[in-house]
C-alpha cells in the first residue's frame, strides 16, 4: 500500500508492522524473527495504536521519556525554534544552545562551567573519554562489566555486557566488577562488605594494571541497562578518593540515571560526590529531539583554553533539540517534576513492590531509587535461579495484552514510568503487575 493513500485511508497496526518489516533494520535483533509492537500516538503517561489498544507506559521507552509524551511548553518551544531557526553549524553561537547549556551548568555542582553536546549518550560517552586522555595524557579507561555506555566504537568496548565481545576494536578498555549485593562477586552477605570488597578489587585492578596509565574511570552512577544496580553507601566515594589518589579523571554516566529519574537531578548526588565529567543524554529533554552532551569541570575545561580538542559533531548543539532541553528543564522546575519522582517513586511506587514482593514468590529483589525500580524474577529465591527467557517473554506479552508498557531486559521487569506518573497511575499500573504475576506464579518453587 501506498503511503500517500494510506493517509486517506484508515491505518491498522498490520499495514505499518507490514511497512516496517519491508524496510526497516533493527537493532539489537534478528532481523526475520521480528514483531514489532506498533505505537500510533501517546499523551501524558499513556500510549496507544492503530487498533484502538491503550498502554500505560513503565517502560519511559528507553527511559528516557521523563516529561511524559507531547508535554505542551516543550512542543510549543520547538515549533517557535522550527519558525526562527531549524539548524546551525556548531562553531556559530546560538541563543537556543546558550540557554540549554547555561541550565545544563546551574544544575551541575560547583565548578562545572561549560558544555559540549553530542547527538546522545553514546557519543556522549566517547568525548569524555577522549576528553580524559587528551587532559591525563594516559591511555587505558576502566569501567564495569555490568554497565552500558552506548553503541559507538569506544563507548560499545567500555560497555562491560557481551554486546561489547563482537564489537571489541577500540583499544585501552579495562573491566571491573561493580557492586551488586544480590549476586555478590566478592561474597559478601552485607551491604558494607560488598562496598568494601568492591572497593579492594578495584583498588588492585588500577595497581595491577598501572596507575599511571589510568585516563579516567567510566561508571554509571546507578546501572541501568544492567540491571538498577543502585551503589552501597560509600562505594562512589570510595571510587571519587580513587580516582583523586591515583590522578585519574571521574567520569560519571548519567545518560539514563540523570536529570530526575532517581528523584534529584543528578542521581550521583545522593552519594555525595562530585564527578570530574559528568555525561548525559535521554532525560534532559525527554528524548523529544535526540541530544546528548559532556558537562565539563572547570580544571578540565581550562585545560583546552590552550590545548586544542580533537573532537566535534556536525550536530553539536542543534537548535531543536536545544529549544526541547531548555522548555523541558523549565518544565520540570515549574511542576516539580524532580519531586514528583521522588515522593511517588520512592513511596507510592517503591512501597507498591515491596507489597508485590511479599505476594509473590516469582520476585527475588526489589531495588532502585525515585522512578528508576526494577523487579529481579527468580524460580528459587535460595538458589536466585533467573527466570527464563521464554517464561521471561511470555510474561512480557502478558503485561502487554493487560494494558502495560514493561522495560523487560534478562530476568527484570524494570520498572520506569515517566517521572511525571501520578499515585493514581502508579496504582492502576501496580494492579496490572499483580494480576500477572499470579498468573505465572507457578513458575516459582
Known sequence: M??????????TNDDVRQLDRSYVFHSWSMQGSLNPLVIAGAKGCELWDYDGNTYLDFSSQLVNVNIGYQHPRVLAAMKAQL???????????????????????????????????TNAGADANENAMRMARMYTGRDKIFSAYRSYHGNTGSAIVATGDSRRIPNEYARGHVHFFNPYLYRSE??????????????AHLRRMIECEGPNSVAAILLESVPGTAGILVPPKGYMQGVRALADEFGIVLIVDEVMAGFGRTGSWFAFEQDGIVPDLITFAKGVNAGYVPAGGVIISEKISHYFDDHFFAGGLTYSGHPLAMSAIVATLDAM????????????????????????AQKHA????VRGRGMFQALELVTDRV??????????A????????????PFVAENRIHVVPPCTMSAAEVQKGLAIFDAVLGEFGSLAK
Open 2 to 11: 501506498k503511503l500517500a493513500l494510506q493517509s486517506e485511508m484508515a491505518i
Open 383 to 392: 538458589t536466585k535461579t533467573p527466570v527464563a527467557a521464554a517464561d521471561m
Open 333 to 356: 522546575k515549574d511542576e516539580k517534576v524532580v519531586e514528583n519522582a521522588a515522593t511517588v517513586g520512592d513511596g507510592v511506587l517503591r512501597a507498591g513492590l515491596a507489597s508485590l
Open 83 to 117: 519558525e526562527e531557526l531549524t539548524t546551525i553549524a556548531p562553531a556559530t553561537a546560538n541563543l537556543a544552545r546558550g540557554e540549554a547549556a547555561k541550565r545544563i551548568v546551574d544544575l551541575a555542582p560547583e565548578g562545572f562551567s561549560k558544555v559540549f553536546f
Open 186 to 199: 566478592f561474597n559478601a552477605t552485607t551491604e558494607e562488605e560488598e562496598c568494601q570488597r568492591a572497593l
Open 394 to 405: 511470555a510474561i512480557k506479552g502478558a503485561l502487554l495484552q493487560a494494558g502495560i508498557l
Open 362 to 365: 516469582l520476585i527475588g529483589d
